[in-house]
């Protein structure tokens, strides 16, 4: 790194703190819960969403409560944090969270991910949202 890089490191505007799943003032900007709706639809009816910031991906599952472990061992191995949100003692229903940038295809994907662990595991994927902070910006 020459001295004109360093020069043009400390007059350029710092960056946004980065997205975590527990950052405060981000809201739904777009949700798929019908099976029957393709991602690339969802999010093209949302203007909220911004497509160049990252997202929380949130995954809404129901889970046996005995498997809720297991889905939280199998999901943290790509990134993936699982947490229970309520639990009737026949089912449990929780949310499978990781930020990313979101884009149709990435979403089918984990969408299908998600319906295949859940069924694994004797459970079902409802559908899935995507937070950003208000105003979200690249």
Known sequence: MG??????????????????????????????FDPAEADSSALA???????EAPAILRHHLKLPPEKVAEAASIL????????????????????????????????????????GLAQRLGGDSLGWDALQPSGAST
């Open 3 to 32: 001295l004109l890089d360093r020069l043009r490191d400390l007059v350029r505007k710092p960056s946004a703190p980065s997205l975590t799943i527990d950052t405060p003032g981000v809201e739904i900007v777009v949700e798929a």
């Open 45 to 51: 009816r949302s203007p909220a969403w911004v497509a």
């Open 76 to 115: 943290a191995q790509d990134g993936w944090e699982l947490r229970e949100q309520a639990s009737d003692g026949e089912s449990a229903l929780a949310h499978a969270l990781r930020v990313q940038t979101l884009d149709a295809l990435h979403c089918a994907q984990e969408r299908s991910r998600m319906a």
